[in-house]
């Protein structure tokens, strides 16, 4: 099952105002005027320095990195600018640079990224095409499964179907904290919609992600250490804490749930 919205022009999940071509000309049009303030650091959408945007140049095409909705320090203390510029600037842009690389003057370089995420799941010739593919949607919808001032609860079709689901919204976030408590090493908590249209909790290791299995994302946190580290160190629990207090965007995973 696919997830929000992603088409052969939209690599990039739920990026619904902005096409893969549209946004290759924004950040042309970007490098063009703003190559002293992306050499500096800025992203040239946000305030302040953080992490920068990889340009198309230099992730190789033709999966590229989305512009972040929020400004760099805007998911602190939980979530620092430093943190966010490593991720999102290094390992996020490393995974496109490589995925790229990978599929240049393949078919592959025509397809979206949930079609060759679930046309190399499970096929050992393809892993690191498949580990960078997941790894470019997993962190594209990571992004977003955050805001500055999240948390709280889900409301409307989103709540009564939490509350069919798991009794309680207290109740999601404490299976959703068991499971990214509790994933050894590397990879993902999920809140997924069933084929069943059940709402439940996941996880999945290194780069996998529950698309591969029929289950149609709707949330994801990020527990591989990049992720933490520098800010919590080896106390990922804090991290997930402070993840379900205040960055969850219920406002994303409804619109997940209602696409
Ligand atoms: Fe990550």
New binding site residues.
Partial sequence: METAKNTRQNAVPNDRGNSRRQFIQTAAAGVAVGATALAAGCNGATAGPGPRRATPAETGGPFNQEKLAYAPGALAPVISARTLSF?YGK??AGYLRKLNKAVRGTPMAKQTLPEIIKATAGNDAQTGVFNNAA?AWN?AF?WKSMQPSGGGAPTGKLLAQVKADFGSVTQLKKELFGAAATQFGSGWAWLVLGADSKIKVLKTGNADNPMTAGHKPLLTI?V?E??YYLDHQNKRKAYINGFLDKLLSWKFAAANFAG
Avoid: G, L
């Fill in positions: 991720h390992h996020h790894q962190h990571y990020d591989w990049h992720a």
